[in-house]
């Protein structure tokens, strides 16, 4: 019987709970659909296009852009109201450009269909375009995924099978009593092996990993007015005095 196909990314945005807009604002994470600046470039063919992704705050370098012969065709922003958004966010503190040539099948399909989208005035465009963003964002993280970069730890542990069966886990239940031998079961490796491969892929060790997805959980719930006892119990601590001196370790 075949083993069923890894979902990556659902836990992941389940706790990132992003909001994707169309804006040039670049107040928040910004996705930037670039083209030939050229007006008698095809507008929708794929090698001319490229996706940029700004870190919140960083527009991009229109001067730049036009001394490459480019300019911003259409802009998204992101904005995460779930637990994990911030260290999600860490991931992206340098801008990032991909050409859509090589990308991801996933990505190239989205890009090509809002391009298409906006060669043509079309019956309900307004809510397509609204609703393009988030489809945008999740091939981008499908790129991610696919075609990893060094500097992007958490995409790297997610494209190792092996380490993403654990991510995944941790993601969709961070409060789970966790173990490095469970964890190591659930990545079909040995407890020492585990533990070197998940530093070697993520940079630090699972536990500490797990501790930082459960501690940002209970900021965002202490935030909206829970109490201790309770967060502690949703986010896998023994009790809220516990939870209170990793919090306060934290800070």
């Known amino acids: 019987m075949t083993e069923p196909r890894l979902d990556r990314l659902s836990a992941l945005l389940e706790g990132l709970a992003p909001r994707v807009w169309p804006s040039d604002a670049g107040r928040e994470l910004s996705l930037h659909i670039v083209r030939a600046a050229s007006p008698d470039a095809e ?5 001319a296009l490229h996706l940029h992704v700004s870190p919140p705050g960083q527009g991009v370098d229109g001067l730049a852009l036009r001394a490459r012969g480019l300019s911003i065709w259409l802009s998204f922003e992101v904005a995460f109201d779930g637990p994990v958004g911030r ?12 050409g859509l040539a090589q990308a ?20 309900g465009q307004p809510l397509f375009m ?5 489809i945008l964002l999740i091939g981008l993280l499908r790129h991610l995924v696919s075609a990893p970069l060094g500097t992007m730890r958490l995409f790297n542990g997610l494209a190792d099978p092996r380490i993403a069966r654990t991510l995944v886990g941790m993601h969709a239940d961070p409060a789970s009593p966790w173990t490095l031998t469970g964890l190591a079961l659930e990545a079909g490796m040995s407890r020492t092996s585990y533990a070197n491969r998940f530093k070697t892929v993520m940079g630090l060790p699972p536990g500490k990993y797990l501790e930082n997805l459960r501690l940002a959980l209970a ?7 829970i109490g201790l006892k ?12 516990t939870l209170s001196r990793a919090m306060h370790r934290a800070a």
């Open 43 to 47: 507008a929708a063919q794929i090698d």
């Open 130 to 134: 609204n609703r393009a963003g988030d």
């Open 87 to 98: 260290l999600f966010l860490e991931e992206f503190r340098q801008p990032l450009e991909i």
């Open 230 to 241: 309770r967060v502690a119990r949703e986010t896998g601590y023994a009790g809220p005095s």
């Open 219 to 225: 900021h965002r719930l202490v935030a909206n007015g």
């Open 104 to 123: 991801d099948p996933s990505l190239i399909q989205v890009v090509h269909l809002i391009a298409s989208e906006l060669e043509t005035r079309r019956c």
